[in-house]
């Protein structure tokens, strides 16, 4: 069969520009052998014949000099022929547009591994094999309904049947003439350890030994274990490095980059739970997609239950990865009962409470950081101002703007602005449009620069939506620059009352002529340079909001 042109990209791409850290081949395949794992455990929950009697998860490494082989065996749920097909012979999501565009775009050719973003973890093989060769069969199918799967990358792969024993996935590596140091067993185990300590099966490996001396010394082979196996949410913070931590993460949330801020916390009390949680450095392409999968992975004693599991978090905080553990919920919940679960409840605040502070500390101590995450992530965290109104005033603390007094690229938050504020000015003002170069040049904006007023720049689609909900911050009333009849003063007021009875007939002509197209023609306080400008009526709707109604069809 042809794979799909993406995946063809993808594997050029893979072969021809990435050449460093080609050892992390072994964490995607040793991730998915675990994650196979997993799942047939969790599905043996309801039907434990699938286990067929070999209930103990294991991850085999085995190396074949002769051949030139390294073979990741599992398990774990395993695959039909479908399986393999979806699974293995196309990119499994539904953002193939844009990663056809990233594949294309200049950012990603300079970094390819920006590519990891994608979850293109298995096709990581492909770095170091010339050949990939997959045996494998699905858990409860008959030992016939075994499936090998092999490509060299060449623009296709074969599927075939076969017969296989025990249940799971046997990967196959060909290793490249120029790859065979991943033959080497201390190689190996020093990959395991490095980037796959945490997996909670054991890793294990054929190593021969020596026993006795001299004379008796005989060969031995022993099956040893490579990794701790230690689930890393329930250590102790004390015994983990940041490699860990961020190794961890590439796992649970199936990136390639680094984390920008790790939450490990053990809650005791009423509600015990373990939770690991992570505020990742990019946004995922599909973030704003409707299928978006939300929520930490949930675990009960140890057994993975859902992979994400969306009532553990807000919505506005759905960029947050991890785990979370708790002794105390049944193992067989479903996404019902979860929905309605009170401990559920608890762990969703305590959760939203730590991620809350720790960005508000990020934000004051790690300054740069926090705007780094802000341009990633600022579009997400805002929709809790309208949300979750009971945490309305930690999130507008939370929130950056650009405005008349930033920098372009730079932002001020909402205290400041208000310290800012020159005494006389009574409200905090806001102009929404596309850019900031649309807002800038807005002939609104002349009368709030002459007076020194500054204005913020509200540039995301949902700002509108914050802007109305906010409606305050520590007492001062938020108002848009282009709503209804402005006045900056008392002393502009009488002038303006002055000049609107002078200047009657003249207001009246131009009325007159522009007629139904206008409800009215009056003098403005706001502008300076310009002669004229267009506003909406204090109750109508903002001229960007009307454009995002329209564009959605109302
Ligand atoms: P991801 O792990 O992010 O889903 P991968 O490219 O690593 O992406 O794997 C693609 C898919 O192939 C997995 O989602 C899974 O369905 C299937 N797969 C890969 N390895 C295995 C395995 N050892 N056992 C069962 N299924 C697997
Ligand atoms: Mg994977």
């Not at 990119?91 to 844009?98: L, N, Q, R, V």
């Not at 060769?133 to 792969?157: C, F, H, L, M, Q």
């Not at 689609?461 to 709503?483: G, M, P």
């Amino acid at each position: 069969m042809e794979f799909k042109t993406e995946v063809q990209q993808l594997l050029d791409l893979m072969i021809h520009s990435l050449y460093s850290h080609k050892e992390i081949f072994l964490r995607e395949l040793i991730s998915n052998a675990s994650d196979a794992i997993d799942k047939v455990r969790y599905m043996a929950l309801t039907d434990s014949s699938l286990l067929e009697g070999d209930d103990d998860g294991k991850i085999k490494l085995i190396v074949d000099k002769d051949a030139g082989t390294v073979t990741v065996r599992d398990n774990g749920i395993g695959m039909n022929q479908e399986d393999a097909i979806s699974a293995l012979g196309t990119i499994a999501h539904s953002g193939t547009k844009e990663f056809l565009q990233a594949l294309k775009s200049e950012e990603v050719k300079e970094n390819p591994e920006l590519i990891g973003q994608f979850g293109v973890g298995f096709y990581a093989s492909f770095m170091v094999a010339s050949k990939v060769t997959v045996r494998t069969r699905k858990a409860g199918e008959p030992a016939e309904n075994g499936i090998v799967w092999e490509s060299a990358a060449d623009g296709s792969y074969t599927i075939d049947q076969c017969h296989k024993e025990s249940r799971g996935t046997e990967v196959i590596l060909t290793l490249k003439e120029d790859e065979k140091e991943f033959l080497d067993q201390w190689q190996l185990r020093n990959i395991v350890r490095r980037y796959s300590d945490y997996i909670e099966y054991p890793i294990v490996m054929d190593t021969e030994k020596t026993e006795g001396e001299g004379d008796d010394a005989t060969t031995i082979i022993e099956e040893e274990t490579l990794n701790s196996r230690k689930a890393l949410w329930l250590k102790d913070k004390a015994e983990i490095s940041e490699e860990e931590y961020h190794e961890f993460y590439k796992h649970v949330a199936h990136d390639f980059t680094d984390p920008a801020q790790v939450i490990h916390y053990h809650a005791e009390g009423t509600t015990e739970f373990s939770t690991l949680l992570y505020v990742p450095s990019r946004a995922p392409y599909d973030l704003f997609y409707k299928d978006f999968k939300i929520g930490p992975t949930l675990y009960v004693r140890r057994v993975q239950i859902m992979e994400h599991c969306e009532d553990l978090v807000p919505l506005y905080l759905r960029f947050v990865k991890g785990v979370v553990e708790s002794a105390d919920l049944p193992l067989n919940v479903s996404r019902e009962i979860l929905q309605k679960n009170r401990q559920v409840e608890q762990i969703r605040k305590t959760i939203t409470k730590k991620v809350l502070d720790t960005l508000g500390d990020m934000k004051r101590d790690e300054y740069d950081k926090y705007v780094d995450f802000y341009k990633e992530f600022g579009k997400v965290l805002k929709e809790g101002v309208h949300y979750d109104p009971k945490r309305k005033d930690t999130i507008a603390d939370l929130l950056l703007f650009e405005s008349t007094q930033t920098e372009a690229g730079t932002y001020t938050d909402l205290q400041s602005y208000i310290n800012r504020m020159p005494a006389e000015q009574e409200h905090i003002y806001y102009i929404t449009g596309e850019s900031r170069r649309e807002v800038e040049g807005s002939p609104y904006l002349e009368a709030f620069r002459e007076k020194g007023y500054e204005v913020l720049f509200m540039l995301d689609e949902i700002d509108d939506f914050i802007a109305s909900s906010l409606a305050e911050c520590r007492e001062k009333s938020f108002q848009s620059a282009v709503k209804g009849d402005i006045t900056l003063g008392k002393e502009d007021e009488e002038k303006k009352k002055e000049a609107q009875e002078k200047h009657k007939d003249l207001l009246e002509l131009i009325k007159n002529e522009l007629g139904d197209s206008v409800q009215e023609v009056r003098l403005s306080g706001r502008l300076k340079d310009s002669p004229c400008c267009l506003v909406t009526g204090a109750s109508d709707m903002d001229p960007q909001m009307e454009k995002i109604l329209k564009s959605m069809g109302q």
